[in-house]
Structures are given as structure tokens and as C-alpha cells.
């Protein structure tokens, strides 16, 4: 009996130390997940406190619960200083109605952009994009808030060295997608000016209107440039008044709206365009019909191949048009 009792007990340690050391690589194994969680969250909040543009979150009362540091520099404050605040209060007194109505609008769960007036005491004009989340760990909704600096300098090249076309193509890029997103800017601040009383309609037009002007004056100044620089280095002349287009001693005439449609998208070289797009951006004439750009699509794309230029103009099916360099 003793000796089945002290065998019977040796069997019961036995597996004990197994069970002990198989929780002993779980803990190991645990410790390991959780030293890794700890360092994707550090990775994230670099990239969160070290990103270009500024970065909010609010609660449900519009409380600011977490901030980078580009939108404490934003906002004219460190990002630690403006834990606590309410938003509304971050914002400059021409911008407080529209900032309480896309609060409101937030808070209702729909995403949205606006352009605002932040900061003091010199404000600057922010487009800001607001999107509606739930928090993970306690299921409470938060409003997450990416805020750029409409007034921030582009650092760029003075020019292209001589040859680079493909750093032309680059810049060519950025400009023309600041472009569209400030036009669009402009559109909707205008709209909303026009939809205001007299006195609130000056202000906004002072406060949002004006310096959307001067920026998109300015982006569209430095996407001409780039876009005189790529032609030049690519080496197209097109003269308006003969019609003649001449690369590298070969000459082609080219009707007028030939001339457009190559300058459109020479101007965005690998954006794609709808026929749609085209009509109303490249001729200003809606009122044709797509079978017609189709058309003068096909007879640029014989004559630039006459020319032998290093470029295929590409037609890709639900996307349109592009003009594609080698």
C-alpha cells in the first residue's frame, strides 16, 4: 500500500512539474506578445507625434483626449496643453459656427471636411477631416480629426536639372492634386458663403474665401511652371498659331483641340481622365459628345507615334485617359 502511495505520488509531481513548466513557456510566450504590443504601440505613437500633419481625438463631448505635436504647433500651443480643452475653444472666433455645426455633425455619427480658422494669436487655416470611431477598449465614440496646414511652404527644388524630366513629372503630380483639393475647398467655401446673411457672408468670404484664393493662385503658378519645365525637357514645341508640333526635327500639324487635349495632359502626365472629364476640363465644351473625344484620341495617338515621342497616350477601361512617359 505505501509503495502505491508514494509511486502514486511521485506520478502527481511528475505532473505537476510539467504543468509548472508549460505555464512557465505560456508566461514566457506572453511576455514576449506583450513586449511586442508594446513596441507597435510605441512605433504608432512616433508615428502619431512625428507625423506632418496635426492629429486630434475627442471624446463625446468634444473634449480633446489626444494630440501630436504638428497640431499643438497648429494651434499654437504643446500638444500636452491642450489635453482637457474643449475644441470649439481651439478655434478662431470666424470659424466657431461652422466648427459648432460639424461638432454637431460629428457627433451624429457622419464623417466630414471643412476648412477652419485655428489657433492664436495669429490663426491659420486648416482643412480639416473629421471621422466618427468607436474606442476598442471601452466601446465609447471618439471623433478622430487630421488637421494640414493650408499655409505650410512646399519645399521643393528651385528647378529640375537639366534632363529630369521624371522629377518634373513628380512635382507636375503633387501640384495638380493640391490644385483639385483646393479648388474643391473654394467651391464648398463659397457655397457657404452665398447661403449666409450679408455681414456673415464678408466674414466668411475674409476669413476662408480670400485665402483660398491666394493659395490656389500660388499652386496653380508653381504647377504651370513644372509643367513649362517637363515640356521643355521633354522637348515638344507647340506652336498655337500654325498648329505645327515639332519634337526632335519631326513636325506634325495638329488641329486646335489636338493641341489641347496633348497640353491637358501633358500638364498631368499618368492621370487618367473619363471622356467625360475631359470635354469639360481639356476643351470646355460639355456639350460634345464622348464619341468625339474617342475620336481626337485616336488621331493624337497616331501623330505623337509619327512624332516619335517617348510617351504612349493609354486608354484604360472605367478609368479613361493617360498620357504615360517612358
Known amino acids: ?19 509548472s513548466e508549460e505555464l512557465q513557456v505560456k508566461n514566457e510566450e506572453l511576455l514576449l506578445a506583450l513586449a511586442g504590443l508594446e513596441e507597435e504601440r510605441r512605433r504608432y505613437r512616433d508615428l502619431f507625434d512625428l507625423a506632418a500633419d496635426g492629429y486630434l481625438v475627442t471624446d463625446g463631448a468634444d473634449v480633446v483626449l489626444e ?47 471643412v476648412v477652419l480658422l485655428v ?10 477631416r473629421y471621422r466618427r470611431r468607436s474606442d476598442p477598449s471601452s466601446d465609447r ?17 528651385e528647378t529640375a536639372a537639366e534632363g529630369d ?32 446673411s450679408r455681414v456673415a457672408r464678408e466674414h466668411l468670404v475674409e476669413a476662408e474665401v480670400r485665402p ?8 496653380r503658378a508653381r504647377r504651370d511652371h513644372w509643367s513649362s519645365l517637363h515640356r521643355n525637357q521633354v522637348g515638344i514645341e507647340m506652336n498655337a498659331a500654325t498648329g505645327q508640333v515639332r519634337y526632335l526635327g519631326r513636325c506634325v500639324v495638329m488641329t486646335h483641340r489636338e493641341q489641347q487635349l496633348l497640353r491637358f495632359l501633358m500638364e498631368r502626365p499618368g492621370t487618367y481622365y473619363p471622356a467625360r472629364a475631359l470635354l469639360t476640363r481639356a476643351w470646355h465644351a460639355s456639350y460634345l459628345s464622348e464619341e468625339q473625344v474617342r475620336t481626337y484620341v485616336g488621331r493624337l495617338r497616331r501623330k505623337l507615334a509619327e512624332l516619335e515621342v517617348p510617351a504612349e497616350l493609354v486608354t484604360r477601361r472605367q478609368q479613361g485617359y493617360a498620357l504615360l512617359f517612358e
Open 67 to 113: 494630440a501630436n505635436r504638428a497640431a499643438g504647433e497648429l494651434l499654437g500651443q504643446p500638444a500636452e496643453a491642450l489635453l482637457g480643452c474643449r475644441l470649439l475653444d481651439l478655434l478662431a472666433a470666424s470659424s466657431r459656427s461652422e466648427g459648432t455645426r460639424r461638432l454637431r455633425q460629428a457627433r451624429s455619427g457622419r464623417d466630414g471636411d
Open 141 to 157: 465614440p471618439e471623433t478622430h480629426w487630421t488637421l494640414t496646414d493650408l499655409q505650410r511652404p512646399i519645399l521643393e527644388p
Open 119 to 128: 489657433g492664436r494669436p495669429e490663426p491659420r487655416l486648416v482643412h480639416a
Open 1 to 19: 500500500m505505501l509503495e502505491e502511495a508514494l509511486a502514486s505520488l511521485e506520478s502527481s509531481i511528475e505532473e505537476l512539474q510539467v504543468a
Open 165 to 196: 524630366a521624371a522629377l518634373s513629372r513628380r512635382w507636375l503630380g503633387i501640384y495638380e492634386e493640391l490644385t483639385s483639393v483646393t479648388e474643391a475647398l473654394l467651391e464648398n467655401a463659397a457655397d457657404r458663403a452665398r447661403a449666409q
Open 212 to 219: 483660398l484664393e491666394a493659395r490656389l493662385a500660388h499652386l
